[in-house]
């Protein structure tokens, strides 16, 4: 639910009392100015109190997801589904955030004993421990037992007859077994490394080994090449489904592995690890070949968290806290799989749509069908919404430009596009025609490295420019340009942009807004940005693109500003901003001093905010929501009333340190009226007016969840949209 790209990154720099990292550019650029310097002041306000926890905040963002699995008026697998989002969001939650803060606060090996950074991670403690425990309670008293009574059994040891046990004592034997090399403790075989959020089993035994000695300890790692979940044969399984799972079937046979030793105890247990991966960007010559060699190395990064069977022995606990550095805090002992994700597996197994989410097919602009893009494009923008329309239209962009004769370059940015891409393919194509083909790869895109490594290789050897950004500086920018020689030897430009990644998968489960446009000026910038990156000059003066790490940020604060001086005039005011985060101060700042001087604002923040709304004197005016529905709400909106001039900008960067100072990011502006309102009235209204699928954050840092009043109409945003641009299998 909480896609890669937008998560967990350093805290600004006041939020780690240890020293987390300093950023000069950020520093120098997010003073606040008189105003807003004097309202904090004249209020008498502490840090503490202008701004909320951005760890609770985004722990919170968990919980709200949880309340997805909890509701039950969503089918009973997406319900599944749900839980399985929130342990990924969990594990990078700790394999990053976590990750991080430790990081910066251990010196010489020693974790720092800063009382203001030893209450931070007390609180995470506590709050992920309840997450964590009211995940399995959902698991385990509401999701499983309605599952069986639909005729679909996960089934535990104790759960199986005969002819079951019968069966998965087979199955160990055949496919499990001859897998497992089980090592016992001693100090020829001393603790064996540990592969993060991997499966393994500690054990505990009674005797002598072959050997007389009284080796008491063993480890066992599941192997990674199994499925987590299996199926049962159907003649087993009664007129319905059944269902495994290989720590089951391992935890049941485990003594077969001792032969002549009695099995005393035993658990299993998965350790998360710090999984940021770092290259001295100074020192490196070949960003990629260092990365290369850093990837495996993720999987054994310091370890963060541990997570073992509820009725694990208290003595093995601590004996694993022991070999993994990590204090009692940081122990998580689960009542079902350790690693609760792959019980996605069991989503996908199963194929009643009764239980899951009603089918639904984007529906493509028709203005599109059988028409030749570039013609259309000659008239007029083209403004995409995924997933209610297709993104298979930016894939034929693509696909028409690596045909087309007269595309003489194509120009791209790739952040995330996943292992199989026709839009990829679309580019390696174009080279192979001799186009002039330049894609800017990020190599750093977290999780997603393999990737793009991968893709970079394909690209270079069909002729394709690769480059891979700016060292220091994630390439964040979704950005595609086409140059076609058309009537009378004129080169045209023809861009894309967007909020979201050129993933196929991701484009059906996120919302964004993407624009296809030949508007010369602001296809003619797009080029300066790829330029820019790619020759790593100084960037031209824009006029249409919001360009970071250069101007964005102060842009967007100039346009605040601009807001509080039309309230401060007697006219209105009104922001209304939509993104995945809002945690940066200096923004936080100039919001709310406009509100202060009477401008309305709406903020639809999908995760983390550490803007505190609803202060007497500070945000009386701020309204913030939080939508979480079926699509993950990804699309980056920034609307300024301006006098009735409407602007409207969309955008790849959250308001975030990291996007607005850390980062390549661009926003750009719809310049059409008629597309301005469809982004109002796609992506701003409903989500305001929205009682099904709505939080709102209160000025102590909680969110209710907004319901319809006794005679209000429920309205779902998503489902509105649903309805508006696509189809459902119910229509």
């Not at 109002?680 to 007016?689: I, Q, R, V």
Request: proline share 4%.
């Amino acid at each position: 639910m909480q896609d890669r790209e937008a998560q967990i990154q350093p805290a600004n720099d006041t939020t780690n009392p240890a020293g987390a990292r300093k950023d000069e550019n950020a520093k120098q650029n997010s003073l606040p100015d008189d105003h807003e310097t004097q309202l904090v002041t004249k209020l008498e306000l502490s840090r503490a109190v202008v701004f909320l926890d951005r760890e609770m905040s985004q722990i919170a963002f968990n919980w709200r997801v949880l309340a997805q699995a909890e509701d039950r008026s969503i089918p009973l697998l997406e319900r599944l589904r749900y839980l399985c989002i929130v342990g990924s969001n969990l594990d990078e939650f700790f394999e990053v955030r976590v990750a991080s803060l430790l990081a910066q606060n251990t010196i010489d090996g020693e974790l720092a004993q800063h009382p203001a950074f030893l209450a931070m991670m007390e609180r995470i403690a506590t709050e992920c421990h309840q997450l964590a425990t009211r995940q399995y309670e959902v698991l385990n008293q509401e999701i499983l037992p309605q599952l069986s009574r639909k005729r679909i059994h996960l089934l535990r040891h104790t759960d199986r007859n005969e002819a079951q046990r019968a069966w998965v004592k087979a199955y160990f034997d055949r496919e499990v077994r001859p897998l497992l090399t089980p090592i016992g403790l001693d100090p020829a075989h001393p603790f064996p490394q540990v592969v993060n959020k991997s499966l393994n089993f500690i054990v505990s035994l009674a005797g002598k080994d072959a050997f007389g000695r009284g080796t008491g300890i063993a480890i066992v790692k599941a192997p990674r090449v199994l499925p987590r979940v299996i199926r049962l044969p159907d003649e087993l399984s009664d007129k319905g489904i059944s269902f495994c799972l290989l720590s089951s079937v391992i935890h049941a046979h485990i003594g077969d592995l001792f032969n002549g030793r009695e099995v005393k105890a035993y658990s299993q247990f998965r350790v998360t690890r710090d999984s940021d991966l770092w290259v001295d960007e100074e020192e490196v010559k070949n960003l990629r070949q260092a990365l290369q060699g850093e990837l495996h190395g993720r999987q054994f990064g310091v370890a963060v968290r541990l997570e073992v069977a509820k009725n694990c022995p208290e003595e093995l606990s601590r004996f694993l806290l022991e070999q993994f550095s990590l204090d009692s805090d940081r122990l998580y002992q689960v009542d079902g799989p350790v690693n609760m994700v792959r019980l996605s597996e069991l989503v996908d197994h199963i194929k009643q749509p009764n239980l899951r989410f009603t089918l639904f097919t984007a529906k493509a602009n028709p203005k599109l069908a059988n028409t030749n893009i570039f013609s259309l494009l000659h008239k007029q923008d083209v403004l995409l919404h995924h997933p209610f329309q297709p993104f298979q239209t930016v894939i034929d962009f693509i696909r028409s430009a690596s045909l087309d004769p007269s595309v003489l370059a194509i120009k791209q940015t790739i952040y995330r596009t996943g292992m199989n891409s026709d839009l990829m393919e679309s580019l390696i194509t174009a080279a192979r025609l001799g186009k002039e083909v330049t894609v800017i790869v990020e190599l750093m895109a977290r999780f997603d490295e393999e990737a793009n490594i991968n893709w970079a290789d394909k690209l270079q050897r069909a002729g394709a420019q690769v480059v891979y950004g700016v060292v220091g500086l994630k390439t964040h920018a979704k950005l595609a340009l086409v140059i076609r020689r058309e009537e009378g030897g004129v080169l045209r430009h023809y861009a894309h942009l967007g909020t979201g990644n050129y993933h196929p998968s991701t484009t059906k489960f996120y919302t964004d807004f993407g624009l296809l446009t030949a508007h010369p000026q602001m296809a003619a910038e797009v080029n300066e940005v790829f330029i820019h990156l790619t020759g790593l000059t100084k960037p031209k003066k824009l006029d249409y693109l919001w360009l970071a790490p250069f101007a964005l940020q102060p842009q967007i604060i100039k346009a605040i500003r601009n807001e509080a001086k039309i309230a401060r005039e007697g006219r209105p005011g009104r922001i209304i901003a939509k993104m995945n985060a809002l945690v940066d101060e200096s923004v936080i700042r100039a919001l709310y001093a406009a509100a202060a001087d009477g401008v309305k604002i709406d903020l639809i923040i999908r995760g983390a905010c550490t803007l505190r709304p609803g202060v007497p004197g500070l945000s009386e005016n701020i309204k913030v929501r939080s939508i979480i529905g079926r699509f993950l709400e990804h699309s980056r909106i920034y609307y300024f009333r301006n006098d009735l001039q409407h602007d409207t900008l969309l955008a790849s960067a959250d308001w975030m340190s990291r996007n607005l100072f850390r980062r390549i990011e661009v926003a750009f502006p719809i310049l059409d009226k008629a597309l301005k309102k469809r982004i109002m009235s796609e992506g701003l209204t409903p989500y305001l007016k929205d009682n099904v699928n709505a939080w709102t954050l209160d000025c102590e840092g909680h969110y209710e969840r907004k319901k319809s009043r006794a005679k209000q109409v429920p309205f779902c945003a998503q489902k509105y949209l649903m309805q508006q641009l696509g189809s459902t299998s119910e229509e």
